[in-house]
């Protein structure tokens, strides 16, 4: 069953030493032709568990030029602590599934936002006719209808794929709230796409770098999210911009780099897996900027359409 497992597993005896490690473990732990068991925090935490009698959880660990999840509990007989388990996995892996899980959120926020316009909607006409206020419900349903036409209406009819539509208003939504503008280019035209993984991956990025782009400007009294989606020849091609800080010139070549980060301890994950995501589909994701000015990033991705937009 352990050889099964995704997760590393380590286990030690009273006196320290190591009696149980599974494959998953000795890929990470053991190092070079002769498989040396190399020092790792890990090691250590199995150590520290094991003389405090403690567990020790969610502990973030490098070994081999990785950084680890790990946690580590006391083994009991009778009470006594006789030894030691770690369980531990690459935290790149923790951090890809919690990125497709918010890009399955970002469907799912989609259809919601779609469903609640439409109901709140239904619910003003039904409680105009109710109230037999008839000259108020043509006003009402004249102006739905002129707004509809105007945005919801507008991204329908250029972006076919009723998740990619939902999402980018919901976004449109979010960036309102937050004070701060995104505009879908009037030449945006993007067909339908019956493969799920690329629309999936499409949210997924598009997602992590509106809300960059959001987190970025969060100390500006204003600010604008240009978006561009063009599709040709079975390929989507996008452009996400904002009138942010920009980058630093000295940061520009390593913000893909796993565990970069300017904000702080915990991140610099998104940009590195939103890249890694693209890169297993064949695409690609660039960024030019310009301290104080602007920062814009590059999208391209297979895009399995069967038709051309209208």
């Known amino acids: 069953m352990l050889h099964a497992l995704k997760e590393g597993v380590v286990a030690v005896d009273a006196h320290g030493e190591v009696n149980l490690i599974n494959p998953a473990a000795e890929e990470i732990l053991f190092s070079g032709p002769d498989k040396t068991l190399v020092h790792s925090p890990l090691l250590d935490d199995l150590q520290t568990v094991l003389q405090s009698g403690e567990p020790m959880f969610d502990r973030e660990l490098g070994c081999n030029g990785l950084l680890l999840i790990g946690n580590t509990v006391p083994i009991r007989s009778q009470g006594a602590v006789v030894g030691a388990i770690c369980t531990f996995r690459d935290k790149t892996e923790v951090s890809q599934l919690l990125q497709r899980l918010d890009g399955m959120m970002s469907y799912v926020d989609a259809l919601r936002t779609t469903s609640h316009e439409f109901m709140n909607k239904l619910h003003v006409i039904l409680g105009l006719l109710n109230m037999k206020s008839y000259g108020k419900l043509e006003e009402y349903v004249l102006q739905t209808a002129h707004r509809y036409q105007a945005d919801i209406g507008d991204i329908q009819h250029r972006i076919k794929s009723p998740v990619v539509a939902g999402f980018l208003i919901s976004k449109i939504q979010r960036a309102t709230e937050c004070g701060f503008t995104l505009t879908l280019a009037e030449e945006s035209l993007v067909p339908d796409c019956p493969n799920e993984k690329q629309v999936t991956v499409l949210v997924t990025v598009l997602g992590n770098l509106i809300e960059n782009a959001l987190d970025a400007m969060s100390g500006q009294a204003e600010g604008e999210i240009g978006l561009l989606l063009h599709y040709q020849d079975g390929w989507l091609s996008g452009e996400v911009s904002d009138d ?23 991140r610099g994950v998104g940009l590195f897996l939103a890249n890694q995501q693209l890169r297993e589909l064949g695409g690609t994701l660039a960024v030019e900027s310009e301290p104080g000015v602007f920062t814009q990033f590059f999208v391209h991705l297979p895009w399995d359409s069967k038709r051309k937009p209208a």
Do not use: L, M, V
């Not at 980058?247 to 893909?256: G, V």
């Open 244 to 266: 942010g800080p920009g980058i630093p010139e000295n940061n520009i070549d390593a913000i893909f780099n796993k565990g970069f980060s300017t904000k702080g301890e915990n």
